[in-house]
């Protein structure tokens, strides 16, 4: 059965530059949700969407910003990169309002240098 | 907000042994999920639970649902190297729009 996929898998960038982090659900799939995992930490929920609108935000630092578009794909733009916003981030989604059952894709990790 | 404490946070056992984890919270839940992370990828659920009370199992793994609604419990039976990995807990919010995970339970299980 056909998974989340996040890309790229792997990233690295120095401090003061941008990343663009993609997801793309399940299909049939239409909330999507963000988590970050620092090294030896749980995910932390940063920001979910359904139907291309922010349906609730948690711990998410103003420099990063996030979308999901007609298809349901999502992408979580970062900015102004520090050193602590290296971790693994991963996307999950669901159907509307059903957070307990949402699959997580592969995670994408991020290496601010 | 919502706060999940998992324990113990590690455990190193011996391949067939019985291991037992457990998550509490100051608060209500009314599902409980439990996931097993293996390094460097998505956590993947392993049992829901939906009902106070609730007793599940999924292969060698057996999860219940407190009564009080406010903790839930992880034991895995046989362990076997494959299991080694780290068990989150996780609930949804009210509106369902996010999932709290607890700090976590780090298996390691020796040969």
């Known amino acids: 059965a056909a998974g989340v996929i996040q890309s790229p898998r792997h990233l690295i960038k120095e401090k003061r530059e941008t990343a663009t982090l993609k997801c793309y659900p399940i299909?049939?799939?239409?909330?999507v949700y963000w988590y970050q995992q620092g090294p030896g930490q749980d995910p932390q929920f940063l920001i979910s969407f359904y139907e291309k609108m922010q349906s609730d935000k948690g711990s998410i630092p103003d420099r990063f910003s996030a979308q999901q578009f007609s298809d349901y794909h999502s992408e979580l733009n970062m900015s102004s990169l520090e050193l602590g916003d290296s971790a693994l981030y991963f996307c999950?989604?669901?159907?509307?309002?059903?957070?307990?059952?949402?699959?997580f894709g592969p995670g994408t990790r991020l290496t601010v240098l | 907000g919502q706060q999940l404490n998992q324990s113990p946070q590690s455990m190193f056992i011996q391949e067939g042994e019985d291991v037992s984890m457990n998550c509490t919270s100051s608060?209500?839940?009314?599902?409980w999920l439990w996931y097993k992370q293996d390094p460097g990828e998505g956590p993947v659920l392993l049992i829901a639970?939906?009902?106070?009370?609730e007793l599940t199992s999924n292969g060698r793994l057996t999860a219940q649902f407190g009564i009080t609604r406010k903790d839930s419990f992880l034991n895995i039976s046989a362990s076997i190297p494959s299991d080694v990995g780290i068990y989150f807990c996780a609930g949804p919010n009210n509106a369902g729009n996010m999932l709290t995970f607890g700090g976590g339970t780090r298996l390691m299980v020796k040969p």
């Open positions: 999950a989604s669901s159907l509307r309002g059903r957070a307990r059952e949402q699959f």
């Open positions: 639970l939906y009902k106070a009370g």
């Open positions: 299909p049939r799939h239409d909330t």
């Open positions: 608060s209500i839940f009314n599902t």
